[in-house]
């Protein structure tokens, strides 16, 4: 069976009484799937509701013909685009920032009916895309005029590095933050005057589509931002194929294959990947404050975060004490399908992910591990319901030791001393997140320091990186290339073009001048100019 099947057959019975949001209606998801680029050639996906495995609607599938369809049409809307003042463009996005908060509510009941979240986490998702407006309002302007140089040779030359969009860039989003992650990377992009073909994940394809309809509301032209189904073997290689640049974010495993279709293509590429994101206890610890902010930072979305912590190293002199207080609050958690802001915690994305997350589990029970808290299934709650799960005694030789894990199962380990610890957390082949507690703010910094990441937060597990949109964020090792925020978030989707200007022909040497002199004349001209701080 496939993961719709699965969930659709399990989950009839559970919450068969719940009422979908008002604001999702049949007229309007039939509404949203028609700005899908698809002919109706391929049998349509069936998306689900989460909790309970009823249909939504009928997603259409694209064809490779409706891809190409979807770039010519994403291309030819470029072109005048592109071709707009940056302040009139900016114009749309000042408008749309009000509009995606005015609307916050009806993006989240599309965020949970799609992924199962509880209401909390997507109403801080449909934050994401305006954050990142907000960030670049202030700053696109000024990473976008033309800079002027300082040519070779003072007074007759210069050289201007004028800033020119990619062309359509190629965005695949995955299902864990689908709203976030198919609006805000195509914002910075859309500024810089490029086009998009969005591939959203099928399971989690209505909340963009909802989000593209307002950016159109605010001014966006019709056809500059595309959006393509599918599954991702058959979507990916004519999507790449076609882009001016690749910007990804998924698995770790993914990853690999669009990086090497894009770099055949030598077009550059933006890979956000996964994490099995340590965190570092030290010994003076605020209890309270570490509880609170681990809570969030491993259960989070139903631990269904790319920064979220799947390991825990805790001193070894506080290591009973934070444990004891980490399992009570973990145990006291609201967990529930409701379209509320009650449950602290909402469902996995669907069973087939459950079952992943559950054979996690197994497989380091059977090696050895301890289940101290949660390790099963919630099917009373809905489908694709998991325990929150507290592991100890995990090593390198279990799965959930090495791979991400990507749900609300973390391991405790008892550390000695920090160097022990440092050891530890850097001992995995991913890099893309890592936390540090302590209340001393110079010892947290000497611990970041040491770690191989690339988001480190301090006293916090993830949110304090990943909101602050004025600095880059991104993976190392396996977890990524590139990054996005911060300025180079905006400038990777541009080319420069250096246009040089020479008022006189000056450089080499004159008719007829003895090259010996000429060359003694250039020698000493360079280091002239290196003192006088031109060159
Ligand atoms: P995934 O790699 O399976 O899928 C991600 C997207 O890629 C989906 O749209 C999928 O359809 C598509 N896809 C799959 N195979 C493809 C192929 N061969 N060609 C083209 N597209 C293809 O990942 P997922 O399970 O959907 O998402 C969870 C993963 O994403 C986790 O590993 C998580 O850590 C990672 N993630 C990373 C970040 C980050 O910023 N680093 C953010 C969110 C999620």
Redesign the pocket.
């Known amino acids: 069976m496939s993961i719709n099947e699965t969930s659709a057959a399990t989950g009839a019975a559970v919450n068969a009484d719940l009422t979908r949001p008002a604001f999702v209606t049949d007229a309007l998801l039939r509404d949203l799937v028609s700005r899908v680029q698809a002919g109706g050639e391929r049998a349509p996906w069936r998306l689900t509701e989460v909790y309970t495995g009823k249909l939504l609607v009928e997603l259409p599938q694209s064809t490779p013909a409706d891809i190409e369809r979807a770039f010519a049409e994403a291309r030819a809307a470029q072109q005048e685009w592109a071709a707009w003042p940056v302040k009139k463009r900016l114009d749309v996005f000042k408008r749309a920032h009000t509009l995606l908060l005015d609307n916050a509510q009806n993006i989240a009941d599309l965020i949970q009916v799609e992924s199962g979240k509880n209401r909390r986490m997507a109403i801080e998702e449909t934050c994401d895309p305006p954050m990142v407006i907000g960030h670049y309002l202030k700053r696109a302007a000024k990473l976008l005029a033309p800079k002027k140089h300082a040519g070779p040779v003072p007074l007759v030359s210069s050289s201007t590095e004028v800033r020119v969009p990619k062309g359509v860039v190629g965005i ?6 689908p709203f976030a ?1 198919g609006l805000s990377d195509a914002i910075p992009a859309l500024i810089a005057g490029n086009g998009i073909v969005l ?4 399971k989690t394809a209505l909340s963009p589509l909802y989000g593209i309809s307002l950016l159109e509301q605010a001014g966006l032209p019709k056809g500059l931002f595309q959006v393509v189904c599918g ?3 058959d ?3 004519t ?2 194929d076609n882009a001016n640049y690749v910007m ?8 690999r ?2 990086g090497e279709r894009a770099g055949k293509n030598l077009v550059a590429a933006c890979l ?4 099995k994101n340590p965190m570092i206890v030290l010994d003076d610890v605020d209890v309270e404050e570490w509880v609170a902010g681990t809570l969030f930072g491993v259960f989070g979305n139903t631990g ?4 979220h912590i799947e390991r825990i190293y805790l001193p070894d002199s506080r290591y009973d004490e934070l444990k004891a207080a980490f399992v009570k609050a973990t145990e006291a958690l609201a967990i529930g399908a409701t379209y509320d802001f009650g449950p602290q915690l909402g469902s996995l994305i669907s069973v087939d992910h459950r079952e992943r997350v559950q054979a996690h589990v197994e497989d380091a029970v059977a090696k050895g591990a301890t289940v101290v808290t949660g390790g099963h299934p919630l099917p009373d709650k809905g489908p694709a319901f998991f325990a929150p799960t507290i592991l100890e005694g995990v090593t390198t030789e279990m799965t959930c030791g090495v791979i ?1 894990t ?1 749900g609300p199962v973390v391991a405790l380990h008892r550390y000695r001393t920090i160097d022990e610890a440092i050891a530890l957390a850097n001992d995995t082949d991913y890099g ?1 997140n890592a936390s540090v507690w302590s209340t001393d703010y110079a010892r947290a910094d000497a611990v970041a320091a040491r770690i191989d990441s690339g988001n480190v937060n301090i006293n916090d597990a993830l949110a304090t990186a990943y909101a602050s949109k004025g600095t880059p964020s ?2 190392v090792k396996t ?2 290339v590139g990054a ?1 925020h911060g300025d180079q978030g905006l400038l990777k989707y541009t080319d420069v073009k250096n246009v040089a200007t020479l008022k006189k022909q000056v450089m080499g040497a004159r008719p007829g001048q003895d090259y010996d002199e000429y060359v003694d004349g250039m020698l000493k001209g360079l280091k002239f100019m290196r003192r006088l701080g031109i060159r």
């Open positions: 695949i989003a995955p299902w864990n933050f992650t591939k959203p994940d099928n599954e991702g073997p979507v990916g290689p999507l790449i990804f974010t998924g698995s770790t495993a993914t990853g294959v669009i956000e990947l996964g994490g269904q975060i790319c920064m991400e990507f893309l991104g993976g977890s990524g996005r």
